[in-house]
């Protein structure tokens, strides 16, 4: 019997290679990172901040907010994950979570999220204030959107 491949060649393409490489060397540092914050952890306090931010950032939201950003501080939290979809701000809003994020001892991440989530305008400047950015496939992360001005009410 005859073989089309060359001995040691993979019938995978080497984009998809080196894909699942870097996907699997991905997993494997969050594994490690992980385990060993789980090994670090202390039992009476906790571990990771997560705040929801969902819909437009107004005053209310940005309060919420800023207090969490305080009280993970105050309370020596490890991390702080700001989960974003937000189509922006009204008024001062991001300002102020901004203002927070760059005051804050505790690292915080911005995690644009889940797939088909915004962080746009106010939103986009939270996420660019925040130690570190991450975004779920298919998100739209930037200074501004564009609109269906076809939709827009007359």
């Given at each position: ?24 060397l991905c997993l494997l540092t969050g594994l490690v990172l992980m385990t060993a914050s789980l090994a ?24 919420y907010v800023v207090d969490v950003l305080e009280r993970a501080n105050a309370a020596g939290a490890e ?76």
């Amino acid at each position: 019997m005859v073989s089309s491949r060359v001995r040691g060649q993979s019938a995978m393409p080497a984009h998809r290679r080196r894909r699942r490489a870097l996907a699997a060397l991905c997993l494997l540092t969050g594994l490690v990172l992980m385990t060993a914050s789980l090994a670090l952890a202390d039992a009476d306090g906790p571990l990771v901040e997560v705040v929801e931010v969902d819909g437009v950032i107004d005053r209310t939201l940005a309060g919420y907010v800023v207090d969490v950003l305080e009280r993970a501080n105050a309370a020596g939290a490890e991390v702080v994950v700001l989960e974003l979809d937000t189509p922006g701000a009204l008024g001062p809003g991001a300002s102020a979570v901004v203002d927070a994020i760059e005051a804050s001892t505790v690292p915080v991440v911005a995690w644009v999220g889940p797939p088909g989530a915004w962080a746009v305008g106010g939103g986009f400047a939270v996420a660019q204030a925040a130690h570190l950015v991450g975004a779920a496939p298919g998100t739209l992360l930037g200074a501004a959107a564009t609109l269906d001005l076809a939709a827009a009410p007359d």
